[in-house]
């Protein structure tokens, strides 16, 4: 699992991160203390130690993590940073003016950040916010590593919906494969990796921006990953004289397609 923009890659098969970068606490107590003098809203931070997401427990912050069970909710979320040994990244949410600001004091301290709308905690509140992580992480090194551990046989895809993503959609454009990006993204960033795409190996699609919609996206990419390797595997026992005796495919979601040697990356040809 990558998390926190690549900050973190984390082993659910060994159960440990095989890459971890940390903030500093001190220059974390430094933003925190920066952003609240300009304005903030103490009850506007959250960050995570990799695992975990922590958030203040009060007001309107409570009821938008009110479904979630995975964050753990804070009397005191200044006092938490504190007592956190491992933060991985930080964000903090409110007005244009105050993000902007934040942001020119977190690069001067030589972090990473990100900066984007948000509807935390409250759509009509029309909040910014500021990611901020280690320098020189990104999704895409991530992935290039992620992809180096694993060494898939028939590559990967990159889905995503924002800015934040550039990277990633443009190491899978680079590596020769499929940069999925959802409709509903920004038309810049469409146009941006379009653009970029063109005369290189890998190819982009456009998802509709349902949710579900983009689930049976992800459930047909499977199902033919998954059927060319049986393919694969029929053709490899024909060649060496034995009899195929190769179960049906069976992947949740509906029946598999049938897929002919090499048929996925021709087919797949289509959407770019």
Not at 60 to 67: A, D, G, L, P, T
Not at 75 to 82: A, C, G, K, L
Request: charged content about 30%; glycine content about 6%.
């Amino acid at each position: 699992m990558i998390g926190d923009n690549g900050a973190v890659i984390y082993s659910t098969r060994e159960h440990e991160f095989l890459m971890k970068k940390q903030l500093d606490k001190e220059r974390v107590a430094l933003i925190v203390k920066d952003f609240v003098d300009k304005g903030g809203n103490q009850q506007f931070i959250r960050y995570t130690d990799g695992l975990n997401i922590y958030a203040a427990k009060q007001g309107e912050v409570k009821k938008y993590y009110k479904k979630n069970k995975r964050i753990i909710l804070c009397d005191d979320i200044y006092q938490q940073i504190q007592e956190t040994e491992d933060i991985t990244k930080i964000t903090l949410a409110g007005s244009f003016e105050n993000i902007k600001q934040s942001a020119e004091f977190v690069k001067s301290l030589g972090y990473w950040t990100d900066r984007d709308v948000t509807e935390f905690p409250v759509k009509h509140y029309q909040n910014y916010r500021l990611d901020i992580a280690q320098k020189d992480i990104n999704k895409g090194e991530a992935v290039k590593r992620m992809a180096k551990i694993l060494n898939p046989t028939y590559g990967y895809v990159c889905l995503g919906n924002g800015f934040n993503d550039l990277s990633m959609f443009k190491m899978a454009i680079d590596d020769g494969m499929i940069a999925a990006i959802m409709k509903n993204s920004s038309p810049e960033l469409i146009q941006e990796i379009k653009t970029y795409s063109k005369s290189k190996k890998g190819r982009v699609m456009l998802i509709p921006k349902d949710k579900d919609l983009a689930n049976k996206y992800i459930l047909r990419m499977a199902k033919l990953f998954e059927t060319h390797i049986k393919t694969q595997e029929r053709k490899r026992r024909q060649r060496e004289g034995r009899l195929p005796n190769v179960p049906r495919l069976k992947v949740n979601g509906g029946k598999p397609t049938k897929v002919e040697d090499n048929d996925f990356f021709k087919r797949e040809n289509r959407y770019h």
